[in-house]
């Protein structure tokens, strides 16, 4: 069982930058991926970016790769999403997830059905 607990939205300006944070606490944080989506208002769960076990290798959803930057430190159970150069269409609830299995690969972990936990959300809004 992993608690996953997001942090770090919040109302920013266009071309402004966020720090989102996701605590995890419970098992072994290395035995899990960590994954970031976003849900914007009426929309599905989109793939945000995602990490391996420890750090070495990040994939990202082609439209975000430049601004978003996806980093865990596993001594202390957390992963951070730094994002730059907001834009209005970053507008949504940004969740972090937790995902056991050990095949790694983007068709498999930009899927939101690999992940075994989430986080409740944090908001962000980008105003224009």
């Known amino acids: 069982q992993v608690q996953l607990v997001e942090s770090g939205g919040g109302l920013v300006q266009a071309g402004g930058s966020l720090r989102l944070s996701c605590a995890a606490s419970?098992?072994?944080?290395?035995?899990?991926?960590m994954g970031w989506f976003r849900r914007a208002p009426g929309k599905e769960r989109d793939f945000v970016a995602a990490?391996?076990?420890?750090?070495?290798?990040?994939y990202y959803a082609d439209s975000l790769e430049g601004r978003f930057t996806l980093t865990r430190d596993n001594a202390e159970n957390t992963v951070h999403l730094q994002v730059v150069g907001l834009k209005p269409e970053d507008t949504a609830v940004y969740y972090c997830?937790?995902?056991?299995?050990?095949?790694?690969?983007?068709?498999?972990?930009?899927?939101?059905?690999?992940?075994?936990?989430w986080g409740p959300g944090t908001q962000v809004t980008v105003s224009s």
């Open positions: 997830a937790a995902r056991s299995a050990r095949t790694w690969n983007l068709f498999r972990v930009r899927r939101p059905d690999e992940y075994n936990y």
């Open positions: 419970g098992r072994a944080f290395n035995e899990y991926s």
């Open positions: 990490i391996s076990r420890f750090g070495g290798t990040r």
